[in-house]
């Protein structure tokens, strides 16, 4: 469920939102290791955390029924299956002069862009607002793809697909990609 599983680290905190309910209803939460959560067991000690959906029952319910699913229809065993075929989809990108990097794990995957492909040369401040802002994010709505285009680090365009799909949709993520990617050459 969490990707501390398939990386092999044990965290103090967890914390989750939307996912949890898959944005059916709000609630947020978090999950504290032992040693973290030990000095709350007992005594007059409490954790002053938010209350704006802590434990709400309808929220909560959502959550569970969400797991089940989850569960019941293999979510998690259908994406670890199919992650490699995501990866390699995209990687087909690399091709274009402006993708320098595909990175990510399972169906959350950035798509990083630079100038200069053999230097690794980012874009400027102003270059990146005109790629993103004036041209990416738009275009990518415009071409069905529901992803962000973000500047914060290195200029990215996001992807977290329905964990769903499988290699039909991949390719069609790419292909959509492909043509929005090599459009946004003619706007740096």
Not at 50 to 61: D, I, K, L
Request: with cysteine; aromatic share 10%; proline share 5%.
């Amino acid at each position: 469920m969490f990707a501390c599983d398939d990386f092999g680290y044990v965290p103090d905190i967890i914390t989750t939102a939307k996912g949890i309910t898959s944005g059916y209803a709000p609630l947020g939460l978090m999950i504290a290791s032992e040693r973290i959560f030990e000095p709350f067991k007992q005594g007059t000690n409490f954790f002053p955390h938010g209350y704006t959906w802590g434990g709400h029952p309808v929220s909560a319910a959502a959550a569970m029924a969400n797991l089940d699913i989850f569960e019941r229809e293999g979510l998690n065993a259908h994406v670890k299956e199919n992650a490699p075929a995501f990866r390699h989809t995209l990687e087909r990108l690399l091709d274009l002069p402006i993708v320098g990097d595909v990175r990510g794990a399972g169906y959350f995957y950035g798509i990083e862009m630079v100038k200069d492909k053999t230097t690794r040369e980012t874009f400027d401040a102003e270059e990146s607002e005109r790629l993103l802002r004036g041209f990416l994010s738009k275009a990518l709505f415009d071409a069905g793809l529901y992803c962000r285009a973000d500047d914060r680090g290195d200029p990215v365009i996001q992807l977290a697909p329905p964990l769903t799909i499988g290699q039909a949709e991949f390719d069609d993520i790419e292909s959509r990609l492909r043509g929005v990617l090599t459009e946004a050459l003619n706007h740096i």
